[in-house]
């Protein structure tokens, strides 16, 4: 029988996590701060104060780094907007916390939405739409498509919308967001937020 791994793994294991995700990190506040094509590794490792080889130990190159970046930016936006809205107990209370939970991300974590903006036009700019690698809306509403169809079971909201166009609809108006920030800082979010979860709110409840 083999010996598991022992405490000089586990702390090396921990140190190649701790790494990996100062590297993403340095990562998201380059592209953030110079674009996508200056974000080089070289200038990703500087900011940290390690040498480009180091990257290139943990990571193949920048496709997948930014692979990595995409991943850990939509793993964070699941775990801040999941809490706040299952906290909601019916079916529009959680569909205005959906969309003013994912604005509110994108304002507290403006440098990781812009890098992912980034990372996708550069992807379709030199490999087309088709072969993008990243989220989009089809797929990012797939759990909101699931939270409109129980709230319809439930007669929370109306019945004659179709909850994969209503989905769809609302997280293009989610994904508008970045790419408007992106070119302009003074975008008020909060105000947007606040008339998009109006303006759906308004599209699906049962009195209108």
Not at 123 to 150: I, K, M, S, W
Not at 157 to 172: G, K, N, S
């Amino acid at each position: 029988m083999e010996p598991g791994p022992g405490p000089a793994d586990a702390e090396r294991t921990f140190i190649e996590t701790a790494r990996r995700a100062q590297i993403v990190a340095s990562a998201i506040d380059t592209i953030a701060e110079v674009g996508y094509a200056r974000a080089s590794l070289g200038r990703i490792a500087s900011r940290i104060g390690i040498s480009r080889g180091l990257i290139s130990y943990h990571f193949a190159g920048k496709d997948e780094l930014m692979n990595e970046v995409i991943s850990e930016v939509v793993a964070q936006a699941r775990d801040y907007m999941e809490p706040r809205i299952f906290s909601e107990s019916t079916g529009p209370a959680m569909l205005r916390a959906y969309i003013e939970a994912n604005l509110a991300f994108i304002r507290e974590h403006r440098n990781y939405l812009i890098a992912v903006v980034e990372i996708l036009r550069h992807r379709v700019a030199t490999e087309g739409p088709q072969r993008r690698r990243g989220p989009n809306a089809p797929v990012a509403a797939r759990p909101l498509v699931d939270l409109l169809a129980r709230a319809q079971a439930a007669g929370e909201l109306r019945e004659d919308f179709d909850p994969r166009t209503m989905a769809i609809v609302i997280r293009a108006a989610i994904d508008t967001a970045p790419p408007l920030l992106s070119v302009d800082p003074g975008f008020d979010i909060d105000a947007y937020a606040r008339e998009i979860a109006n303006l759906f709110e308004r599209a699906t409840r049962l009195d209108r």
